[in-house]
């Protein structure tokens, strides 16, 4: 069974938006500005994209930064399970994931089944750019967004997880990756990560 087609399945359990809704009414209230792409009318947390060069979204969904992570959030040291779910899962559908070391693909395997679910990072790659400038956040329909085959449904990541290959990315190999391949960085540099980091420092 096919449940993304299934209309009785709650499309997006948004946490904080104030008056968005049932009806499809346009919410143009809403001044929120996305850090991760700088418009306005949503956060980062439900933000279609672009992602960072490794297709994922690097940054925080809780707080609306690109200045940490949701690993190194302090909001996340207070978080259930259930909370932490909602950010990676749930407000992610057919979406760029979030940037983390979170097994979020095992969460959704243990949970019940959602209508949708995120893209991987490879997939995320792929995704046309005019699909993250075009998207209605006002409507905030994740059937208007590419199926990722791979995480189409809740069975197809039951199949797929041990194939997806969704590597965690940190602040510190980011740092490492852009000297490496953008600025010339010593590549060889395998010493600790107190000394490798140090040739990031201005
Ligand atoms: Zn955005
Ligand atoms: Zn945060």
Redesign the pocket.
């Known amino acids: 069974m096919d449940i993304s087609q299934d209309p009785t399945i709650v499309a997006h359990p948004s946490t904080n938006v104030p008056g968005s809704a049932d009806g499809g009414g346009h919410n143009t209230d809403d001044t929120r500005r996305c850090a991760n792409c700088n418009s306005v009318g949503h956060d980062l947390a439900i933000c279609v994209g672009p992602p960072g060069f490794d297709g994922a979204i690097h940054g925080?969904?809780?707080?609306n930064?690109i200045l940490?992570?949701?690993d190194?959030?302090?909001?996340?040291t207070t978080m259930n399970s259930d909370l932490i779910y909602h950010f990676l899962v749930l407000l992610r559908g057919r979406r760029a994931p979030i940037s983390t070391r979170r097994g979020y693909l095992q969460m959704a395997v243990e949970r019940a089944p959602s209508g949708f679910y995120p893209w991987t990072r490879a997939f995320a790659t792929l995704v046309e750019p005019d699909i993250f400038q075009t998207y209605d956040y006002s409507r905030d329909d994740p059937r208007a967004l590419p199926v990722d085959p791979a995480t189409r449904n809740r069975s197809a990541i039951v199949r797929n997880r041990r194939y997806v290959l969704e590597l965690p990315v940190t602040d510190d190999q980011l740092n490492y990756l852009c000297g490496v391949y953008f600025e010339g960085g010593d590549s060889m540099d395998s010493s600790s990560s107190s000394s490798s980091s140090s040739l990031f420092l201005p």
């Open positions: 925080c969904p809780c707080c930064t940490h992570t949701f190194i959030c302090p909001r996340t």
